[in-house]
């Protein structure tokens, strides 16, 4: 009789047991579907991605139903219309080269800031006998032939009062720039700031150079675009991708180590030269005025760079708020100020 009563026990228990757990299977969170998605970089691995290699390494964006194929870049024009034709679905593209691009057709949307800052410099050395920008007349810059700031540049010689036709260009590779101009074979190059080390370690009391920003030229940045109509019909994923993202790069600028030692590892580049690099990146990243959150395209300036490169360009008009959006951003996610 015992015996009995404790199997209807055991049976009892196993049953509640065996509800309990049901219970449990139909209240977990549904599985997100892997969204392919292709990411082409501006140019080739730097620090500048380390947030984006970060996040890939630790498995951020899987965990968010994002399968993210990072394409190495040649340059803001290059990612511009890879995006713009829908080839890739993300591009880190600098936001004067994508209203360029938007004007010609291109069909993309910024869903993220990465340099509220502008990072356009300009190197030469002192020995040339150039003293400031308006030196530059009758001289040569070399730089890729899809360089941001090459096709940015009359926008740059009108701010800085010079014809922008008083200089010559030149093409070089990427990674030769500084050597050429070490060489002498140009006279001046343009560079992202978060290279500066880079020429500081090059030319050292010989070097000469120039922050755009510092005269005035400061349209944002390398900025996150997303094709607009893969975003139409996959907003959520984007969305996912872009939280991601924001989160990822707010790690990174609070300890930069792991992040660095992700890219490294992606890239096989020396983390102390990824370091001094970070350090400048974060500059550019860190808003020069109060932003909501980190990555937030703030209207007026929008509206302020279209204008600007409306001036330059000849471009079919388009308004201006449908180059970028806020609304896939993450609100809790501190702004880096």
Known sequence: MKMRKMATTLNRMA????????GFVLAAPPVVAAEKMALTLNWTIGAD????????????????????????GKGSAYAAQRVGVGASQIGIVDMPTAMQAKGEGADLVG????????????????????????????????TPAADAARLMWPLIAKTAGLDPASVRFVNVAPDAKFAALQSGTIDATTNFFNLHYVAERTFKDDLGFLRLADIGFNPYGNSF????????????????????????????????????????????????????SWK?????????????????????RIASDYQTVKSAFTLKDFDARTIYTNDFLDKGVTAAN
Request: hydrophobic share 45%.
């Open 15 to 22: 049953a509640a047991t065996s509800a309990m757990l049901a």
């Open 49 to 72: 991605h380390a947030p984006i290699y970060f996040a890939q390494a630790r498995g951020d964006y899987a965990a968010a139903g994002v399968d993210l194929t990072i394409e190495i």
């Open 111 to 142: 869903v993220m800031v990465i340099y509220a800052t502008s990072p356009y410099t300009i190197y030469w050395k002192k020995s040339s006998g150039i003293k400031t920008i308006k030196d530059l007349s009758g001289h040569s810059i070399g």
């Open 225 to 276: 675009f997303v094709n607009g109509a893969y975003l139409k019909e996959h907003s959520d994923a984007v969305r996912r991708f872009t939280q991601v993202t924001q989160k990822a790069y707010a790690s990174c600028l609070a300890d930069p180590a792991p992040c660095l030692q992700a890219v490294a590892n992606a890239a096989s580049q020396d983390p102390n030269d990824l370091a001094l």
């Open 280 to 300: 400048l990146t974060a500059e550019l990243i860190r808003s020069p005025q109060p932003v909501p959150m980190l990555g937030y395209f703030l209207p007026e």
